[in-house]
């Protein structure tokens, strides 16, 4: 009973049964589900560890990390002590737990050198980190093997530390041996979106290896990556044409509400393109590794390179909507495959607007019932031929653990009206509205309801318009409350970051163009560090 864990209206009780009282089991009258307890994830088994070897070095940075005051935290296997990344890494011991196994440390240790300076490229020196790392080790020496309740006493390790609120960037590249499914949620996952719902942690979770599994229903993405709050990242590799996915990396879709799972794919390795890290011992030889463990520590280094430049001033929402609207995926990919895209670039790509586009960041609080006018930033001089505009909404939600088809307590109706001065009716008020965010990649079952996307933390689309057919274009949000499926009248504010990126061909100026336009209103973002850029 010290096991149980309450989350939302449901209880979580670890239960040891010998096969024959499942019957009797069954008999009470507040059961809900009962279910087969999984272990951790085997190290070896997420891992995918193909190599290991010292012949290849690659020189340290002799720099401390760009902002000093940053600190980012993973959770993970455990780092050794001494370690060569010690100068940018501290390991943290929590109470209770039994020592570590030498495979959690190499874990721990990849994920750790992943962090800090991404796929190392022999013989080159090691790019400067973006911040310091707080290595907690929630795995130990028991992890993958008869303990039954190892689950939970991992689970307990990462509550601790999310529930310290120390830190703004987390990385978890573990979680338990288990597929989601599209019926009751996960502890894992619901304690986790429960401490993400303030929206004031990104944290990235690594999708699962089971990819190859021939079961499609074994091949998706695996415990807690369908918490909707927070971004599930797969493992891409790299091809003669392009990137594709990785094989082993987990696929979606996600749960209603939730379908576009893995959120991003970044380069994870394989057996011909490995994914470099320093081996542990200590020295500057490289350890070749492949798996999501790799990938999702790669995406929140880029978030924390983002963060280093831009300061506080952006938050884990907006870094989290900046990540996805930078993305890329070709018209014709799967969502369930690839999610939102694959993210591969520098924080400069992402900070600094290109010839032709403007890049604008709306962020700050929803109110319910309220709704709330986003401009589309557009110069006051008319543009000529086609305009590109792209919006990416991104908000935390409260969740209903207990009602799995409503899991998320908000949502947003938003429409887009593109021209001020055209109107549906002569009786019109407001101008006339245009559909913006298409439907087509959650309308993937018939049981999908067709109000399911407006209750999807994450929204992200692309239109391409005609100039002439855009004045002063507006997204116009409303934000819905809702609880147990029903409508609720005592709901707060929720947090909310909305990337909206207008290219135009035909002006190289838009930059410009804009800022002018907007005099006092609009505020450019400046670096508040310079990050060194690697040649």
Known sequence: MDRRRYVGGLCFLPLWDQGNDLSELAKFSFLRVARPMPCLRPPIEFSRSVLATGAVKCPLPDADPVDPNLRVAVLDGGINDGTQMSRWAVAHELPGTAPAGPETLEHGHGVTSALLFSSLKPGQRAPVPYAYVDHYRVMDRNTGTADPFELYDALDRVETVLASGNYELVNLSLGPNLPIDDGEVHLWTALIDKYLADGRTLLTIAAGNGGEAEDPDEARIQVPADAVNAVAVGASTLAPDGWSRAPYSAIGPGRSPGRIKPDLLHFGGDAESPYLVYAPDNGTGL?????????????????????????????????????????????????????????????????????????????????????????????????????????????????????????????????????????????????????????????????????????????????????????????DIHYNARSSGGPVGNASAIPYALIVTVRSKTTPDLYDLVVRSYPGVLVPLTPVISIPVQV
């Open 287 to 475: 350890a070749r590794q492949a798996g999501t463990s790799f990938a999702a520590p790669s995406v929140l280094r880029l978030a924390s390179g983002v963060r280093a430049h831009l300061g506080s001033r952006v938050g884990p929402l907006a870094l989290k909507a900046l990540l996805i609207d930078q993305s890329v995926r070709p018209d014709d990919a799967d969502s369930h495959q690839v999610g939102w895209g694959q993210i591969d670039c520098s924080p400069e790509d992402i900070v600094i607007c290109k010839d032709g586009e403007v890049r604008i960041l709306f962020q700050g609080e929803l109110l319910p019932g309220k709704y709330l006018r986003a401009q589309v930033p557009m110069p006051d001089a008319p543009l000529r031929g086609n305009v590109t505009i792209k919006a990416t909404f991104c908000y935390a939600s409260p969740i209903d653990p207990q009602d799995p088809g409503s899991y998320t307590r908000s949502g947003l109706d938003i429409t887009f009206r593109p021209h001020l001065n055209r109107f549906g009716s002569d009786q019109s008020t407001v101008p006339r509205s245009r559909a913006f965010f298409r439907k087509s990649a959650f309308d993937t079952e018939d049981t999908l309801r067709q109000d399911a996307q407006k209750w999807e933390t994450v929204l992200s689309a692309e239109e391409t318009l005609r100039a002439t057919s855009l004045r002063k274009p507006v997204f």
